[in-house]
């Protein structure tokens, strides 16, 4: 280790807390120095055995902490280092390719710097979180009292670099959108669905299916009551609104439904992986539907039987354009059970055009809003993607 690096971290006396500051801020200087991959290692190495000793000894959250605080910086540095290294893949040292480009010597495989290929890959995915988004999530982690881990950062980590992603297509989708000439059969207005959804575009008793997922929060609960009284005017009289909802609120949602349209019944949608309600410390892993009637439901008897329990897609492939964005697998299904082939679908909150998609590979008729400028762009862009169905 280099002069201006000296690492000598010791494990702290629980009872001197000023002893372990002392050990915090000069692990800190000395990451900051820090130019090599086996000095940070040890610094990293040594703040987790201190992590660790903290934990042992029952000293504060505070102070295994800052112990976890060291440890993340310094993998997130070993990360920047990573980067700005040439690579060698492995194999034959001697082969050419392997050499440095500067002559003095063949590059370093991961083996020789004493790291594996998941170490590498972690460090360097929490080494390209900004400064700035990496600092606010220290302070708001401890801040709520909770526990710093790598985990965390490598969360945050992955879902920066989808936003990115995201941010891209969005661009994408505004410039394509500005292209595409509308579509009679499968439609998107941008703007409120009570004001562009009107009679001359929805007509009276003409909907086969209402399909949508409106916002779930406290404040987005007048809007339950207007698409309920906009459901009972242009669905087929016996023909059904099915909506997600989420559970926080939902006698309030299910109140405001049963004031213009018939309660039928409740499905789910099954999530790939369960959903953590941290204060109520449930593991969620359904996504409700709620089924209203215009009317006394008629499914007909040409009408498929329904399976109130729908295996959803997994959930990479279903937030791709959006956190918010529900999976195409199973819009299909409810279309293609709930609907006949021409039949109009539509989707009062567009959001990125699932159900839009949806309707169009099913060979059913589409209208739907959307007021995110955003989202609409992406939604047009989505379905002229799409090939026509016949």
Not at 156 to 171: N, S, T
Not at 180 to 195: A, K, S, T
């Amino acid at each position: 280790m280099t002069d201006h690096a000296e690492t000598n971290l010791i494990p702290f006396p629980q009872s001197e807390e000023a002893d372990a500051l002392t050990h915090f801020d000069r692990a800190k200087r000395e990451l900051e120095l820090a130019a090599s991959i086996d000095e940070v290692k040890k610094i990293r190495d040594q703040a987790e055995a201190l992590r660790q000793y903290a934990r042992q000894q029952k000293l504060s959250l505070e102070m295994q902490n800052r112990c976890a605080e060291i440890k993340i910086r310094a993998e997130r540095r070993a990360g920047d280092i990573l980067l700005d290294m040439e690579k060698n893949p492995g194999g034959q040292a001697e082969h050419e390719s392997y050499l440095s480009h500067d002559g003095t010597g063949r590059t370093p495989k991961l083996a020789d710097l004493g790291i594996t290929r998941n170490q590498s890959s972690r460090w360097q995915s929490i080494a390209s979180i900004p400064e700035k988004d990496f600092d606010e999530r220290v302070e708001e982690i401890k801040g709520k009292g909770e526990e710093l881990t790598s985990k965390e950062f490598l969360s945050l980590a992955g879902y920066l670099q989808r936003e990115r992603e995201r941010q891209e297509r969005r661009k994408a989708a505004a410039e394509e959108a500005e292209k595409i000439q509308p579509d009679d059969r499968i439609r998107v207005l941008h703007g409120d669905f009570r004001e562009v959804l009107n009679e001359e575009v929805v007509p009276t008793d003409s909907v086969g299916l209402m399909l949508t997922d409106p916002m779930y929060g406290r404040e987005h609960l007048s809007l339950w009551g207007d698409l309920a009284w906009f459901a009972s005017s242009v669905l087929k009289p016996g023909s059904l609104l099915v909506a997600y909802s989420g559970q926080t609120y939902l006698t309030e949602v299910l109140k405001s439904l049963e004031a213009h349209l018939t309660y039928v019944w409740v499905a789910g949608v099954r999530y790939s992986y369960p959903n953590n309600v941290f204060p109520l410390r449930i593991k969620n892993s359904l996504k409700l539907l709620l089924l209203f009637s215009k009317g006394a439901y008629d499914p007909g008897p040409s009408q498929y039987w329904l399976h109130d329990l729908i295996e959803g897609d997994n959930y990479p492939a279903t937030k791709r354009e959006s956190e918010l964005q529900q999976g195409c697998k199973e819009a299909e299904y409810l279309i293609e059970t709930l609907t006949h082939p021409g039949e109009m679908v539509v989707d009062p909150f567009t959001g990125t055009g699932t159900v839009a998609v949806a309707a169009k590979r099913k060979g059913r008729r589409f209208i739907g809003a959307e007021i995110s400028k955003e989202r609409y762009d992406l939604a047009v862009s989505r379905i002229a993607q799409e090939e026509t169905v016949p």
